[in-house]
């Protein structure tokens, strides 16, 4: 019974979401407020049904309802509740029906936060979220109901959610990264009536900047989970292995933060409008196109979905569909707009339009090493792979050259930089940045081209912006005062820059000096790790909720002292007859000992891999720090004391028209 | 010049730069690094050269996987049911790689005929192969040789 109302609910939200993309926007088009009203309850409406879809389906899980079919195809009776809770996103159909949840739920919060935005902005802007919805609630009504039964043999038990995916990481990991994708169609829908408006202005930049700054920490963190999940959940410590779904992950990620800081040009300077534009249609067609690659089944990745050439078709044609129809809108709309700002060769403009020339770069780098491969073989033309090897070679470069300019960026002035006067200016945080290089290349021991253009390119991001920190921060009464009078958005950009400087530091350091070794092993034997001594001294049986485990105990000596035990498992889960490694992790904040257990070669020995990752965790605590900047960069006051005084001025007119209707 | 003009040039010669590098950077790279997949048939009629970085796939043979005893040495053959090829890894195998399933490997023939993988991918799930195995099979099957056991397992490979 449940399940038959959760599918209702979703065809309700589906209507809703027709209604929506078409009666806004009719409304604004002629002008009739009465129409325009209809905007924010039909978003209301929309995020309810969807809601109360996502609920059933939750409950389905919850109850052990195998009669439905995604119910039984990803979950067990054995299984947690709080995997059971999580396998509600462990497949197909469930992640499509979070990701609407999500995307009605940006659609609310545009109704909700915009209050002060002039109406005709505010029916365009949830018309096309409307439009966007639209396809996705056809994709799932049509090619990918959930709550699909199974009738009438109804199966004892679920075949179990893939125990990859049973872990922390993965009930996190989806709803963050969801949200980075589905967010930035915000971005886009602000774009895009901007586009219908005619009015691209200083207005339009400043309302879409937030919602693209949340959307963007919220990918940063799904990004850096998914990354993290990898490498303690895969088993064998990578951290970024350029897998296809991965580089769909990165694409709307360094788009998307080219379009934050081109939005803050545009909103400070009143320049590079239709590229913003143009940029804010990319970044969401490439979160589309990240849907795509995932869900079709063109690619081959622990990612990939069942394939189902239905999906992928459909997908393909909703991408093709959004970005021909926003590329015309583009192409008719965007010359209208004319640029009468000044700026010099050298200026903090000029320096944001190189960082978005090198982040557009990367993205057409990645999108081409992703893309390639795929073509090619649409074209019958011979399957081929691109590996880690053509990405390390061209991504480093561009990272370093981005963490550069950078440094020297965060000096410039708008308008006009003096050349000279920066000259001088850098010379200090250079000097500063190569002898603190030199150390860390002395602490690691050893002299690499590359390490050192990557550990640079971080410490001169750090330099330069805490100098620019204590330089903006000088105040006659005091240091202190002088902190607390910085605007929470420049904290927020400090903590962006410096969050990368640490996810440079974490990626240069461990890709050039993390030690990596496999060993057979028998219980007594030890190996060295780097400094560590790791020694196997036996191996144990346990019992888990739902599967059964051989542990390996190692004990791991630093200059003759213990400083832990680990206990990585083999688990072998008899629901699906699979077998997982799980590794077990000794993490510290400047070093991870990671040690897992292979197969077994004979009935002593074992094959053990042993790995000394050094900063590994810099990784993902960059990411969280880059994350929390973009959270302070929107909590900032002008989006606030607005809202405040707005809210002043709104009572002010209401005040004012009641009167004047009571005299009608 | 006008300095509007000037300020444009500048930044489209920045484009172009940019792109220019992107670009070089590219092929080169590309070049490099572009790995074709090759399956057991190709291999044994001999259409791969020696020691070029290829992958290779298709099922691991019943029966056939060898492990070293005093090391990480593992030997194995892969097949598409019409031909089979020998390979050698050493290291540590996926959780899912076993007799009768499909494997994909990265690695270089050697002289002998002998495929030197340096990784080794087998599926992530029960219900998951590899594409380029899947279509291996696939062309495999439709030659000359029709086993009844490689339609089966052609198609259950199309899942």
Request: hydrophobic fraction near 50%; include cysteine.
């Amino acid at each position: 019974m449940y399940p038959e109302l959760g599918q209702l609910a979703l065809i309700i939200a589906l209507l809703l979401a027709v209604l929506l993309s078409t009666v806004p926007l009719a409304g604004a088009l002629t002008g009739r407020d009465s129409l325009q009203a209809f905007a924010r309850p039909l978003s209301a409406g929309m995020f309810v049904f969807t809601g109360v879809s996502f609920a059933v389906l939750t409950h389905a899980f919850m109850v052990d309802d195998f009669s439905v079919a995604y119910v039984a195809n990803n979950s067990n009776s054995m299984l947690p509740w709080y995997y059971k809770f999580s396998a509600v996103w462990g497949g197909h159909e469930g992640s499509l029906l979070l990701w609407i949840l999500m995307l009605a739920g940006w659609t609310l919060a545009v109704a909700m936060f915009s209050r002060k935005l002039p109406s005709v902005m505010v029916s365009q802007v949830l018309s096309v979220m409307g439009m966007i919805c639209v396809g996705f609630f056809l994709f799932i009504v049509i090619t990918s109901n959930p709550f699909e039964r199974i009738l009438p043999n109804i199966p004892a038990d679920g075949s179990d959610l893939n125990p990859l995916l049973q872990d922390i990481g993965l009930i996190l990991h989806p709803p963050m990264l969801y949200m980075g994708y589905v967010g930035f169609s915000v971005a886009f829908a602000f774009a895009i009536a901007a586009l219908i408006n005619g009015k691209l202005d200083a207005a339009w930049a400043r309302w879409s900047r937030p919602w693209t700054t949340v959307a963007w920490s919220f990918l940063t963190l799904g990004i850096a989970l998914g990354s993290w999940w990898a490498y303690y959940e895969l088993g064998w410590g990578g951290w970024w292995f350029w897998d296809p779904v991965e580089n769909a992950s990165l694409l709307p990620w360094l788009s998307g933060t080219a379009l934050m800081h081109s939005l803050a040009v545009t909103e400070k300077r009143g320049v590079f409008k239709s590229w913003t534009v143009l940029l804010a249609i990319v970044t969401f067609s490439l979160s589309l196109l990240g849907a795509f690659l995932v869900r079709s089944g063109v690619l081959t990745s622990v990612h990939s979905f069942a394939a189902d050439p239905e999906r992928g078709s459909f997908l393909l044609a909703l991408l093709g569909i959004t970005v021909v129809s926003s590329l015309v809108l583009y192409a008719f709309r965007a010359p209208v707009v004319h640029v009468r700002s000044r700026y010099d060769s050298l200026s903090r403009e000029i320096f944001l339009l190189l960082n978005n020339v090198l982040l557009v770069a990367a993205t057409l780098l990645v999108a081409i090493g992703t893309l390639y491969p795929l073509v090619l073989d649409y074209l019958n033309m011979g399957k081929l792979s691109i590996g880690e090897p053509f990405f390390n070679a061209t991504f480093s470069p561009m990272a370093v050259a981005a963490g550069l300019l950078l440094g020297a960026g965060i000096f410039s002035r708008w308008k006009k930089t003096d050349g000279g006067w920066l000259a001088r200016k850098l010379l200090w945080p250079l000097a500063v940045s190569v002898v603190a290089t030199t150390g860390v290349m002395l602490i690691y021991g050893g002299f690499a081209p590359w390490a050192f253009a990557g550990v640079f390119a971080s410490v001169w991001v750090t330099v330069a912006t805490a100098w620019d920190l204590w330089d903006k921060s000088s105040s006659r009464q005091g240091r202190w005062h002088g902190l607390k009078r910085q605007s929470r958005s420049y904290y927020g950009m400090v903590f962006g820059h410096l969050g990368l400087a640490m996810v440079m530091a974490g990626a240069t350091v461990v890709s050039n000096y993390g030690i990596e070794r496999d060993v057979r092993m028998v219980p007594g034997d030890s190996a060295m790790v780097g400094d560590y001594q790791v020694v196997f001294t036996g191996i144990g049986d346990r019992r888990g909720a739902n599967f059964t485990a051989e542990y390996g105990s190692f004990d791991v000596f630093l200059d003759g002292k213990q400083v832990a035990e680990l206990h990585p498992e083999k688990r072998h889960y008899p629901v699906d007859m699979s077998v997982m490694t799980e590794a077990d992790i000794d993490g510290g904040l400047f070093r991870d000992v990671f040690i897992a257990i292979g197969e077994r070669i004979t009935d002593e020995a074992w094959a053990i891999r042993l790995q000394y990752k050094p900063l590994v965790r810099w990784l993902w605590l960059g990411s969280l720090v880059m994350a929390i900047g973009g959270f302070l960069a929107i909590s900032d006051k002008r989006y606030r004391i607005r809202v405040r005084s707005e809210a002043k001025v709104d009572t002010g007119n209401e005040a004012g028209a009641a009167p004047a209707e009571a005299r009608a | 010049m006008h300095p509007i003009r000037k300020k444009r040039l500048t930044i489209v010669l920045f484009l172009v730069a940019g792109l220019a590098i992107a670009v070089g950077l590219t092929t080169y790279a590309l070049r490099q690094n572009i790995n074709l997949f090759y399956d057991p048939s190709q291999i044994a009629a001999g259409e791969v050269p020696v020691d070029v970085r290829i992958r290779a796939g298709g099922m691991v043979e019943e029966g056939s996987v060898v492990r070293d005893p005093d090391s990480l040495k593992v030997e194995f053959r892969v097949t598409d049911f019409s031909a089979s090829v020998p390979m050698e890894y050493v290291g540590i195998l996926p959780d899912l790689f076993a007799e009768g399933q499909g494997v994909v490997a990265m690695g270089r023939m050697d002289a002998n005929g002998r495929f030197i993988a340096d990784q080794v991918l087998a599926k992530h799930d029960e219900q998951y192969m590899p594409p380029e195995v899947a279509e291996a099979l696939e062309r495999a099957s439709k030659g000359q040789h029709k086993a009844a056991d490689a339609e089966k397992a052609a198609e259950s490979a199309a899942y």
